[in-house]
């Protein structure tokens, strides 16, 4: 079964730090763009980074740029959001999704809530 | 890039059919066949409906359909039913991926 599966979201100060994980089974995770998109409590979905095939490319999304940063471990078919200086408008569940084709995100994890609170 | 612009609510009965528009610009809608649409239940994650503007994924319904004119994309559902009631949101892919704001379906 084609799976992603999101942890390490929880309660964080602001100006904390926390790193996601999104552990892809099912398929061949080093073949495929992967994304990071969040959707804040009863707010829209808003596309967060996203990493190409082997790492060597990322974007953000200018509301992250210089404090979230993208990586991957194709040997352990992991996906990972180092988030740093959080923010109480950084709260939202977190989703990791595949880019199966051009700009769209055919699988999706179940997301993984952050809360960004003192 | 800014959000791209949708209907805040929609609604049908069933068997009817519905569009939802998402208005995006020249530099994104209107310049890339690269426009998605998702459907999220309440408290799922999204499911990938319609891709590069009307292309479904395998196991979508062919009742959901997707076009294009100009900077605006349109999704259709046909036959509505009751399990369509959810949030629909676009996106549009240019150098990174911007997201509608959403459109909440109801089916009366």
């Known amino acids: 079964e084609v799976q992603l599966v999101e942890s390490g979201g929880g309660l964080v100060q602001p100006g904390g730090s926390l790193r996601l994980s999104c552990a892809a089974s099912g398929f061949t995770f080093s073949r495929y763009w992967m994304h990071w998109v969040r959707q804040a409590p009863g707010k829209g979905l808003v596309w967060v980074s996203r990493?190409?095939?082997?790492?060597?490319?990322?974007s953000y999304a200018d509301s992250v740029k210089g404090r979230f940063t993208i990586s991957r471990d194709n040997a352990k078919n992991t996906l990972y959001l180092q988030m740093n200086s959080l923010r109480a408008e950084d709260t939202a569940v977190y989703y990791c999704?595949?880019?199966?084709?051009?700009?769209?995100?055919?699988?999706w994890g179940q997301g993984t809530m952050v809360t960004v609170s003192s | 890039q800014s959000a791209l612009t949708q209907p805040a609510s929609v609604s049908g009965s069933p068997g009817q059919s519905i569009t939802i528009s998402c208005t995006g610009t020249s530099s994104d809608v209107g310049g890339y066949n690269y426009v998605s649409w998702y459907q999220q239940h309440p408290g799922k994650a999204p499911k990938l409906m319609i891709y590069e503007v009307s292309n479904r994924p395998s196991g979508v319904s062919n009742r959901f359909s997707g076009s294009k004119s100009g900077n605006t994309a349109s999704l259709t559902i046909s036959g509505l039913q009751a399990e369509d009631e959810a949030d629909y949101y676009c996106s549009s892919y240019t150098s990174n991926v911007v997201f509608g704001g959403g459109t909440k379906l109801t089916v009366l």
């Open positions: 990493i190409n095939f082997d790492g060597s490319s990322t």
């Open positions: 999704a595949r880019g199966g084709y051009p700009g769209a995100f055919d699988i």
